[in-house]
Every structure is written in structure tokens, then in C-alpha cells.
């Protein structure tokens, strides 16, 4: 079990954030060796793996993956590019140390390279597999980790911290200050006030993962929610709704059943983010749906008479 010490300083430093490149690293695994979540069999068939023979090796058979490839996100999200050029900004010291680790922890089939052959390598099989696997799908799989994100926001706000942590997986539990995570690794480690980020991946099949080693900042990888809708189409609106709004305005109005934004709406329908923003605008004025702006962002929802419009009678 591994088990974090949080002070008040650290709960309050709790955040959540969104990792490009650990996805990348994720779906290189998920791709090449295995298992995958069942709901992204989908993805799976539309990708062709690219040839990653470095990645592929240190996530092979092996109890450690060098914690360098996947820097943790300091704020929020940072675009893959940011995050690949930290990895190539890696002290060459930590390189060695990190894969001679992985080397005796099982990964038989690393190969023998110099530490900036290692780094080079590895970047550019990260710029690869990014282009390949993940770069034409982003839009509908970063929806998902956004949306979790969101809710477990809502969940921290409604139900504090242990309500939070309950709700992440199974294996995590709070208590007295200490977070856990079940699983075959011991250890603890005390912190002193940098928090713990909390971070969805899509392609979670078993218990949550745990950066914990120092100079890196503390972070849990939890499988993210509703990994199934990134490619799933959304549900018909009635006929007599179609002929009443016409086909792509019936779309929009049944597709907000959860308050969204243009762009996101735009993914989950395929449809233009111009043609869905004509849409709801024509929508807003018969009434039928309203927007909520947050700062610089909008999202939107239906209203009571739209709500009607989508479960009522036409609906049968």
C-alpha cells in the first residue's frame, strides 16, 4: 500500500490536472502491450501504431516506467509540446539513474543506450506516437478528461475531500491525513505542503498509479469516467422533434443533456462549431436554451420549455 502524510498545506494544494504525454505514454502501453479498457476498442481500431521501440520496452514487463517521460503537470494543462520538451531538458544524471531502475526492476528488453542517446530517442518516439495514436482524436478524448475533471470538481465543492477521494476508485481512501492507495508497493512518503495532483487517464484498467518519488511532485492517476462516450454516438432525437426544429437544431436541443459548451457540443455531434453556434443561437431565441458564463468561458443548457421539447410528448 502506499500511503501520502498530507498536512493542512497539502490538502488545500489538491488539484486536478490533464496530462497530453502521459496519455501518449498510455496509449503506446495500451497499443503495443496491453490490456486496454474494453471502451477504447474503438480507438484501437482506427490507429495504427507507430514504431516506438524504446517507449514500448520500458513499459514492458517491468514493476518501474522512469518517471522523466511523464513530468507532472505543475498547473492545470500544458500542451504536449511543453511537456515533451521538459523530458528533453531531463539532467542527463537522472536519465541513467532512472533506466539502470527500470533495467533491474524487469525491463529485460531495454536496450543498452547512452543517457542522451536515451533522451533523444525517447523524444522523438514521443513526438511519433503523439501524431500517430492520439493528435487526430484529441478533441473527442480530451472531452472526456475534461468532463471528469469537472465532476470530480463538483464533487470537492458539494462533499469536501473525503468525499472527493471516495469517489475516485475503490483502491484510494482518506483517513486521519493520510491518503492510500491499495496495491502491491509499500511505501510512504510525508509531504511538506506540495499537495497531490489528481490526474484522469483514459486508458485506466486496474488500480490508480502513484508518482511518489522525490524531486517530483506527488500524483495519482485514476481511471477517468465515461471513457466509453468519447466514441459513441449520441442518441437520436424523436422524429416528431426533427420535424418540428428541423434535424441539426433537434440535434443541439437533445444534445445538452449536460450543460456544454459550442466546441464540445460541436465534438460530440461532429458537427462544425460554427454550425452548432448558429444553432443554439436560433435555439436561445425561441426560448429554448440559455447560457451560463463562467468567466471567460460559456456553456449551455437547456431550459424548462426545452427540457419539455425533449421528454415530452414528442419524445413518444
Do not use: N
Amino acid at each position: 500500500m502506499i500511503e501520502l502524510g498530507l498536512g493542512p498545506q497539502d490538502v488545500l494544494h489538491l488539484r486536478f490536472a490533464v496530462s497530453p504525454l502521459w496519455e501518449t505514454l498510455a496509449a503506446v502501453r495500451a497499443a503495443s502491450v496491453g490490456p486496454m479498457p474494453q471502451a477504447m476498442q474503438p480507438w484501437r481500431r482506427l490507429v495504427d501504431p507507430p514504431l516506438t521501440p524504446l517507449l514500448t520496452a520500458v513499459q514492458t514487463d517491468t514493476a518501474y516506467t522512469p518517471d522523466f517521460l511523464t513530468p507532472p503537470p505543475r498547473a492545470g494543462e500544458r500542451s504536449v509540446d511543453d511537456e515533451i520538451a521538459l523530458v528533453a531538458e531531463t539532467p542527463l544524471t537522472v536519465v541513467r539513474d532512472e533506466l539502470r531502475r527500470c533495467r533491474l526492476s524487469g525491463a529485460h528488453l531495454l536496450p543498452a543506450l547512452s543517457p542522451a542517446r536515451a533522451r533523444d530517442q525517447v523524444v522523438g518516439e514521443m513526438r511519433r506516437a503523439w501524431a500517430q495514436l492520439l493528435h487526430p482524436h484529441w478533441p473527442r478524448l480530451h472531452r472526456v478528461l475534461a468532463t471528469d475533471v469537472d465532476h470530480r470538481s463538483r464533487r470537492l465543492v458539494t462533499g469536501g475531500i473525503a468525499a472527493l477521494l471516495a469517489d475516485l476508485h475503490p483502491a484510494v481512501t482518506f483517513q486521519d491525513g493520510t491518503l492510500r492507495v491499495r496495491g502491491p508497493v509499500k511505501e510512504r512518503r510525508e509531504l511538506q505542503g506540495e499537495g497531490v495532483v489528481l490526474m484522469p487517464s483514459l486508458f485506466g484498467t486496474g488500480r490508480p498509479l502513484v508518482i511518489l518519488d522525490p524531486p517530483y511532485q506527488p500524483t495519482l492517476i485514476y481511471p477517468a469516467r465515461g471513457v466509453g462516450t468519447a466514441f459513441s454516438r449520441p442518441v437520436a432525437p424523436a422524429d416528431a422533434l426533427v420535424r418540428l426544429l428541423g434535424q441539426g437544431r433537434a440535434e443541439v436541443l437533445a444534445g445538452l443533456d449536460d450543460a456544454a459548451g459550442t466546441g464540445d457540443l460541436a465534438i460530440q455531434l461532429v458537427r462544425s462549431d460554427s454550425t452548432v453556434s448558429e444553432h443554439l443561437h436560433v435555439l436561445r431565441a425561441a426560448g429554448l436554451v440559455d447560457v451560463i458564463r463562467q468567466g471567460k468561458a460559456s456553456r449551455w443548457s437547456r431550459t424548462e420549455l426545452g427540457d419539455a421539447l425533449v421528454a415530452g410528448p414528442l419524445s413518444g
